[in-house]
């Protein structure tokens, strides 16, 4: 496998549900990042991870629980979803060596909340 | 604050060129370009720092006026595998946080 990989690609869940998107990246990264891309709006940054650490938060809902437990690997765990949280969900990745630097981005999941 | 791109959307026949505009109410330290094509993630084009020089590569290329806060992609020559959405992203500070427009539709017919 190379660069980043998201599973699952196509989720449907009801409101009640509990799920977890899994992110994974191959290339040595640092720092991982969720995004959250709906029609007609522009890619909306959830959390940013370096080194592990969680570096921003981008006043994102509790619902939406991110979990980093290595530098290769992100989650977000959600639970009691609302239907305007249906969407592209995004995971990037990119070395953190203090300058900006490109963003390798997942294929995405598509999350369907009924 | 997000930056604001133009046009939303274009339409160009092969061979035709293009220019997309990216501008910020605030200061900026760099300007991002990626692509993304339907149903595909987003795909990085290149980064133009603060003081730095134009970019490009193949017959894409951009410039970054720091004073006006802006900048522009050139598309030169279009091919048919340029179409997708382009986005511009923004860091005016804060860790990593690239903030993204909502990007420019680029439809390129034969």
């Known amino acids: 496998e190379t660069g980043v990989t998201q599973t699952p690609r196509h989720l449907v869940m009801g409101m009640t549900n509990k799920k977890s998107l899994k992110c994974e990246q191959h290339l040595g990264h640092n720092a991982m990042y969720w995004y959250k891309q709906s029609a007609k709006k522009p890619l909306e940054l959830m959390f940013v991870?370096?080194?592990?650490?969680?570096?921003e938060n981008n006043s994102v809902p509790s619902r939406f629980s991110p979990e980093c437990p290595n530098s290769s690997h992100l989650f977000l765990h959600l639970h009691t979803l609302q239907p305007e949280d249906s969407a592209l969900y995004l995971c990037a990745s990119s070395q953190d060596n203090g300058a900006a630097n490109e963003q390798f981005f997942g294929p995405g999941t598509r999350l369907t909340v009924l | 604050q997000q930056p604001v791109q133009s046009p939303q959307a274009v339409i160009l026949r092969e061979g035709e060129d293009a220019v997309i505009n990216c501008s910020s109410s605030?200061?900026?330290?760099?300007v991002h370009w990626y692509r993304q094509k339907h149903g595909e993630a987003p795909v990085f084009l290149m980064i133009l720092l603060k003081g730095g020089e134009q970019k490009g590569h193949d017959k894409i290329s951009a410039s970054f006026n720091e004073k006006k806060q802006q900048s522009s992609l050139y598309l030169t020559a279009s091919q048919l595998s340029y179409s997708g959405t382009y986005f511009c992203g923004i860091l005016s500070g804060g860790y990593q946080k690239v903030t993204f427009g909502i990007g420019t539709k680029l439809q390129v017919i034969p």
């Open positions: 991870y370096s080194l592990e650490e969680r570096v």
């Open positions: 605030k200061a900026l330290y760099s």
